[in-house]
């Protein structure tokens, strides 16, 4: 550990934990609205109503904070599907609704992020340590849908649930991400049930 890593502080206290927040979120912002590379440190603590050198006592650099910011884009984007898939009674609901339910959810969660998605994109061909972290948050998607699917196993077709999750996990997040930050020649409505369509004849008997 260098002498700089020495200086970085781990916040204890309630305010200090709220500065570090406060530090994180501005930054989110910046690098959605000026992108990572036209960001700097001085802005982000501007924009986080601190000093450059309160900046410094949480964070090494830029690139520090941006993969902060990724652990708090995935932490909460499940959180946030989790939390909307516990409000359903799986015994009550539909199969067409329960799917909708979830694509409804992810399109949700994903309002907060659409300028930050686009520098994601970026990154990830550009700092291989981003995408590690970002192929971490793809499997931990990929678990949480194999998991959903393993509940009504009794009434799934495919036989391999693994493989039938990468499909679910993949089919849905392309849609998703088309509708949240791509320009649509389909209406977003049109695209959500013809997914939904798909997914219910592949999955249910």
Known sequence: MGETDNKIRTPQQERSVR?????????MKQFSDKGFHQTNTKEIAAAAGVSTGSFYSYFTDKRAVFIE?????GDELLARVEASMSEINFAMVGRYEL???????????HKDFIGYHKELS????????????MDTQYETGRLSTLKYLQMGRDEMKPADLEAASVIVFESVSAIVD???????????????????NMLVQYLYK
């Open 19 to 27: 500065t570090k927040e406060a530090i994180i979120r501005a930054a």
């Open 69 to 73: 910011v990724l652990h708090m884009y």
């Open 99 to 109: 799917i909708m339910h979830l694509i409804d959810s992810l399109l949700d969660s």
């Open 122 to 133: 970026i990154m990830y061909h550009s700092d291989e340590f981003i995408k590690q972290l």
């Open 178 to 196: 088309v509708i949240s930050f791509s320009p649509q020649r389909v209406p977003a409505d049109r695209l959500k049930a013809e997914l939904v």
